[in-house]
């Protein structure tokens, strides 16, 4: 199942990763796809606004330290950025597979990891429309 939706600006890409954090388990997996800009980590903080509202404020690209944790209550959120890892080597040297089952794992240029996404994942590629609009095309889950 695809589908695509159109969001008019950051607040509303926002929005849609909240609503996609409603349907997601606490061990799901979430592939991002995009370039530099296409609004992936607006869209990691829609997902923390509605499962860890306390968090969200924390929510910034992971370039340099390849992952960012965010631990609620009752679910984690390992947010990964992918843009450095050159191989499957490297990214299992990180511990990688060390975060599986235990949260919900998001990873951004999910285009550096192609064989290590589970086949459940969901996947959400973002592209530029405009300075504003964004085109979001959502695989393996309906909202």
Same mark, same amino acid.
């Given at each position: &199942?695809?589908?695509?939706?159109?969001?008019?600006?950051?607040?509303?890409?926002?929005?849609?990763?909240? *609503?996609? #954090?409603?349907?997601?388990?606490?061990?799901?997996?979430?592939?991002?796809?995009? $370039? &530099?800009? #296409?609004?992936?980590?607006?869209?990691?903080? @829609?997902?923390?606004?509605?499962?860890?509202? $306390?968090?969200?404020?924390?929510?910034?690209?992971? +370039?340099? #330290?390849?992952?960012?944790?965010?631990?609620?209550?009752?679910? *984690?959120?390992?947010?990964?950025?992918?843009?450095?890892?050159? $191989?499957?080597?490297?990214?299992?040297?990180? @511990?990688?597979?060390?975060?599986?089952?235990?949260?919900?794992?998001? +990873?951004?240029?999910?285009?550096?990891?192609?064989?290590?996404?589970?086949? $459940?994942?969901?996947?959400?590629?973002?592209?530029?429309?405009?300075?504003?609009?964004?085109?979001?095309?959502?695989?393996?889950?309906?909202?």
């Amino acid at each position: &199942m695809e589908k695509i939706y159109i969001t008019e600006n950051a607040r509303e890409t926002e929005l849609f990763g909240s *609503k996609l #954090a409603e349907k997601l388990k606490k061990d799901s997996f979430v592939a991002l796809f995009g $370039d &530099m800009g #296409a609004g992936k980590t607006v869209f990691v903080r @829609g997902v923390v606004e509605k499962l860890i509202p $306390d968090a969200v404020k924390l929510v910034h690209s992971p +370039t340099f #330290a390849l992952v960012n944790e965010y631990i609620g209550d009752d679910v *984690k959120i390992y947010h990964f950025d992918m843009y450095r890892i050159s $191989d499957e080597d490297e990214l299992y040297a990180i @511990g990688f597979d060390d975060y599986f089952g235990n949260g919900i794992i998001i +990873t951004e240029w999910s285009e550096n990891i192609p064989d290590s996404i589970p086949s $459940d994942a969901v996947r959400v590629s973002i592209r530029p429309l405009d300075e504003n609009r964004r085109e979001i095309t959502l695989r393996g889950l309906e909202i």
